[in-house]
């Protein structure tokens, strides 16, 4: 059962930016008016505001989602899209508003053309929906992004997905604006419960739930994270046995899910020589 508690909060994601986009914004006075700034005035914004930025640890691999804050607001027509701080970071606006949007076919849905050229997951917390997304990102000029101009029907398989004046798409281009980056822990040690978890939530739980091969991943973080350092090694990472199981290096009925290449053995590697932390 509370393996369904992170799929209710993501959610609940796409549900409040639909409210949103209805007009319920009254709160995003911070970023209204004050600027039509240029790339690089919203830039400086974004440093010194992260300067200040007190990362908290996190409880678990969503727990730390905060719930979306007050949306900018809308726009219509090419007027300039106001720049806000609340945007900045991929989790939750980014993630909430591929939820709401694009997922339908970017993410295991039966349009392989849609796959093919973006693939996301259901449970875009993970690595490579992150990594997918920015790459498809332009900072020099945000709204020429192949991701926006796909998502506003410009030559998209998809057609129109999304109109300049949503919320959603301002923040995407806030996102853009301010660095596309994850979240405030981009470059902060990887931890068990932050960039480990959400990965073996997604692709693990389902056969090892039941412990197959004497690897159980369940519902409570710390048997996991014990789980994950009794197949790992700090000597020579790649060694892990959960790598190689993972990568194709040794037979896995569960096959290489995490193929040489993918984020999730990146993120699984890092973590290794980050020190193996649980948060
Ligand atoms: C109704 C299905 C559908 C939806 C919903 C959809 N797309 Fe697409 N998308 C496609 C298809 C089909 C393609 C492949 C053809 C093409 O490139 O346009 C595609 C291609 C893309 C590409 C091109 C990737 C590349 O590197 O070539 C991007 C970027 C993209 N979509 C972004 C989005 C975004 C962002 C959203 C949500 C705001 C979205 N799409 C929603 C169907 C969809
Ligand atoms: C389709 C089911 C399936 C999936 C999905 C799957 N596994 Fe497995 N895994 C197995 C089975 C069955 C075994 C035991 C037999 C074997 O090794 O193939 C196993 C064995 C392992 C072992 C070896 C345990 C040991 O020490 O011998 C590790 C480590 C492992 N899996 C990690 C993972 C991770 C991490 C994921 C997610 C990225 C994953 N598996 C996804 C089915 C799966």
């Known amino acids: 059962m509370p393996r369904l ?11 409040l930016l639909g409210l949103a986009s209805l007009g319920c914004s009254s709160s995003g006075g911070g970023g209204g008016g004050s600027s039509a700034t240029s790339g690089v005035t919203s830039a400086t914004s974004s440093q010194t505001t992260t300067a200040t930025t007190t990362p908290t640890p996190s409880t678990g691999p969503i727990a730390n989602t905060p719930p979306p804050a007050a949306p900018p607001p809308a726009t219509g027509g090419n007027a300039p899209i106001p720049t806000t701080s609340e945007d900045r970071y991929y989790n939750p606006h980014v993630r909430g508003t591929l939820l709401n949007y694009c997922t339908s076919c970017h993410a295991s849905s039966s349009n392989q053309a849609a796959l093919n050229a973006y693939e996301l997951s259901g449970f875009p917390t993970d690595p490579m929906s992150f990594n997918n997304t920015k790459d498809r990102t332009n900072d020099l000029d945000p709204e020429a992004s192949l991701l926006l101009q796909k998502a506003l029907g410009n030559n998209h398989g998809g057609g129109a997905i999304l109109k300049r004046s949503d919320v959603g798409y301002a923040w995407l281009v806030n996102w853009i604006r301010q660095g596309s980056r994850l979240d405030e822990f981009e470059n902060a040690p990887r931890t068990f419960a932050r960039n480990i978890q959400p990965i073996l939530d997604r692709g693990c739980f389902g056969c090892h739930s039941g412990g197959a091969g004497g690897f159980r991943i369940g519902t409570d973080l710390q048997a996991n994270y014990q789980q994950m350092l009794s197949v790992t090694e700090t000597a020579v990472p790649t ?41």
Do not use: M, Y
């Open 5 to 15: 508690l992170p799929i209710v909060l993501t959610l609940s994601t796409p549900f």
């Open 239 to 279: 060694n892990s046995r959960v790598i190689q199981k993972c990568d194709g290096g040794i037979s896995h009925t569960g096959g290489a899910p995490w193929a040489v290449g993918r984020p999730e053995r990146d993120v699984v590697i890092q973590w290794i020589v980050d020190g193996r932390r649980f948060q």
